[in-house]
């Protein structure tokens, strides 16, 4: 009985490390199928993703699952600030 619960318990969590392995590597394809360049910026990408999830739960308390539909809304308003300063022409 106690290997069931831990397989449930396990099971969220090897889901979504699936999917995480899956949008890197879909990334990574897709750059290289379309520019032919290897682009690694995935990687940081993703683990400050990750270290977001980890702040709002250690620091806030919040539910990690539910941060993962918190973190990417705080990055989308990060990337508004910081692009107009990184594509600039001068």
Known sequence: MQQINLLLA???DGILLGF???VAAMGL???????NVINLSHGPII???MFGTYLIFNKLGI???LGLFLVPR???CQAKWLNPGLHSPY
Not at 30 to 35: F, S
């Open 63 to 65: 539910n990690p699952y």
């Open 47 to 49: 683990a400050l993703g």
């Open 20 to 22: 995480v392995y899956g």
């Open 74 to 76: 705080s990055d989308v």
């Open 29 to 35: 394809t897709l750059i290289w199928g379309v520019m």
């Open 10 to 12: 396990s099971l969220p």
